[in-house]
């Protein structure tokens, strides 16, 4: 059934290191992803909305020339955190609808990535 | 005004309790709501859609007034293994999910 596999679950880098997260749709084919980001003891709060074969749509106070979206195919959208800094030090999630046989859609989630940026 | 709002807890209850927890959001046009729960660094986990007429699921019951754009959950018999952080969300269809900050539940023996 619809998985959506996030790539590598924790991440330690130097500071301004450039990281990048995979996130894949095993089973269906996403034409839309969602990033999240959280902060400890904080709700996820959504980055960017990453569309297939076009430009991501991101939230308001979230800077596209630091946090690089590509969606380049309906399975794969990647997030890189450029020149990474301890302030982006957090947990980010994607996400995208997919559905399981016999099932409504719902919203899968990745297993999320918990970066430290030292 | 924050779209999705929760009391953040934390809520510590012996095992057996019944606990409730509220929400209300923002947006008159959210078409969905669920409540999803998350463990410490994890991803979160839908536990329950809410419907307008009320919903069960064994001991749990989600409850969703549109007039006051109001969301609850009760949890009934807790278990030391409901101890976990509740997100209410709510969404448009076929958008993302804005999440509540969280309800924090802690279950005790």
């Known amino acids: 059934g619809a998985v959506v596999s996030q790539h590598p679950s924790r991440v330690i880098c130097k500071s301004g290191t450039s990281v990048k997260i995979e996130c894949r749709s095993l089973d269906f084919q996403a034409t839309t992803m969602f990033w999240y980001r959280q902060f400890p003891k904080k709700s996820l709060m959504l980055m960017a909305t990453?569309?297939?074969?076009?430009?991501?749509?991101?939230e308001q106070g979230v800077e596209k020339d630091k946090f690089l979206i590509n969606h380049a195919s309906l399975t794969l959208s990647t997030l890189t955190v450029t020149s990474a800094h301890p302030e982006d030090s957090s947990f980010y999630i994607c996400?995208?609808?997919?559905?399981?046989?016999?099932?409504?859609?719902?919203?899968?989630f990745g297993s999320g990535t918990q970066l430290s940026v030292l | 005004r924050k779209e999705v709002e929760q009391d953040p807890g934390p809520f510590n209850v012996p095992e057996g309790a019944t606990v409730a927890f509220n929400c209300t959001y923002s947006n008159s046009a959210s078409q969905s709501f669920f409540w999803y729960r998350q463990d410490c660094r994890k991803e979160p986990k839908l536990l329950m859609s809410v419907y307008s007429s009320g919903n069960e699921d064994g001991r749990f019951t989600a409850q969703l007034n549109r007039a006051s754009q109001y969301i609850s959950l009760l949890i009934r018999d807790s278990k030391l293994s409901d101890s976990a952080t509740y997100l209410c969300v709510v969404n448009q269809a076929g958008t993302a999910l804005i999440f509540g900050k969280g309800t924090t539940l802690s279950v005790s023996s």
């Open positions: 996400s995208a609808w997919g559905t399981k046989q016999g099932e409504a859609e719902k919203l899968f």
């Open positions: 990453s569309n297939e074969g076009s430009k991501a749509t991101y």
